[in-house]
Each structure stands twice: as C-alpha cells, then as structure tokens.
C-alpha cells in the first residue's frame, strides 16, 4: 500500500470513492431517508462541481488529498484536508473527508491516510494548531478511530433546513 498525494489524472478513481463516502453518510446513521438525499445530490452537475472544487484546493495546495494505492494500483482510499486559505471556516486545519473502501477497512489504510492528513495540516499557517472535522455522532466506528488518535469533542455541529 502506498500513501502518496492525488494527481489530477485520477479523478474517475477519486470520484468512484466520493461517491462511497457520500453513500456511506447515510448507512447506519439515519435511515434510508438520509441515504436517499445524500444519493439524489450525487448528479452529473455535482460530479463536475467536485472535479473543480478539488482541483482548485490542489492547485493551491498539492497536499490536500492524499490517496491510498493497492499493490494493484487501485486507489481504496482517501484524506482530503482544506487548503490553508479556508481554514478560517473553525479557525483549524479541517479534515474535509476521509474514507477506506469497505474491503480495505480494518487493515491501517485508514491510519495511514490520518497520519498524511495530519502532516499536511502541520505544514499549514493556521489560526489554531489544531484539527477539525464532522463526525456523526451515531457513527460510533469513525468516532473510535478519531479518539483513538486524540481527537476529542469541540462543540457539537447543528444543521437546519434552508
């Protein structure tokens, strides 16, 4: 396995992953209803929106998403942290998404990509030198892996509908 930051080229293998994430969201943490709205945005328009709001967070900074490749070359994995620029968004380096296809999970890959994820956020000129993310509060795997690795609780994120 090697841990490595993405190249542009690769975005079909970037998208197919995203795309795991954002089904993911709703597996397990909040019934079918919340997996069907993260599906219903996953469209064409939104595919194309992502492929440039990721290359313009990698232009600016070539670290903000680091891949993990198999042996075989397959990417199974991804940590994409927010250039430094948007860091003012929790005045933090933010971990914008991290995921490990299912049949990699349990394997370190996801260590791995935390670790690079976490360098990048060290080389950045942050208000805080710390970390932030979003983490669901009924996924308890992901928030064992993040306690695991020193993150603790800082505020609690509500949402509303627009």
Same mark, same amino acid.
């Given at each position: 396995?090697?841990?490595?930051?993405?190249?542009?080229?690769?975005?079909?293998?970037?998208?197919?992953?995203?795309?795991?994430?954002?089904?993911?969201?709703?597996?397990?943490?909040?019934?079918?209803?919340?997996?069907?709205?993260?599906?219903?945005?996953?469209?064409?328009?939104?595919?194309?929106?992502?492929?440039?709001? =990721?290359?313009?967070?990698?232009? $600016?900074?070539? !670290? @903000?998403?680091?891949?993990? #490749?198999?042996?075989?070359?397959?990417?199974? *994995?991804?940590?994409?942290?927010?250039?430094?620029?948007?860091?003012?968004?929790?005045?933090?380096?933010?971990?914008?998404?991290?995921?490990?296809?299912?049949?990699?999970?349990?394997?370190?890959?996801?260590?791995?990509?935390?670790?690079?994820?976490?360098?990048?956020?060290?080389?950045?000129?942050?208000?805080?030198?710390?970390? =932030?993310?979003?983490?669901?509060? $009924?996924?308890? !795997? @992901?928030?064992?892996?993040? #306690?695991?690795?020193?993150?603790?609780?800082? *505020?609690?994120?509500?949402?509303?509908?627009?």
């Amino acid at each position: 396995m090697e841990i490595r930051p993405y190249a542009t080229e690769e975005y079909s293998a970037l998208w197919r992953l995203k795309r795991g994430f954002e089904l993911g969201l709703g597996d397990g943490t909040g019934g079918d209803d919340k997996r069907e709205r993260y599906e219903a945005k996953l469209t064409d328009d939104y595919r194309e929106n992502y492929r440039e709001w =990721v290359g313009r967070c990698v232009e $600016e900074d070539e !670290r @903000a998403i680091h891949v993990a #490749e198999s042996d075989e070359g397959e990417l199974v *994995g991804y940590a994409f942290v927010l250039p430094a620029s948007l860091s003012m968004i929790w005045d933090a380096a933010v971990l914008n998404e991290i995921y490990v296809a299912p049949d990699h999970r349990g394997t370190g890959v996801a260590d791995e990509l935390l670790e690079a994820a976490l360098d990048a956020a060290r080389a950045q000129d942050l208000p805080l030198d710390r970390m =932030v993310l979003d983490v669901d509060g $009924e996924n308890g !795997r @992901a928030q064992a892996f993040y #306690e695991r690795f020193g993150f603790t609780h800082w *505020g609690e994120m509500v949402a509303r509908e627009l």
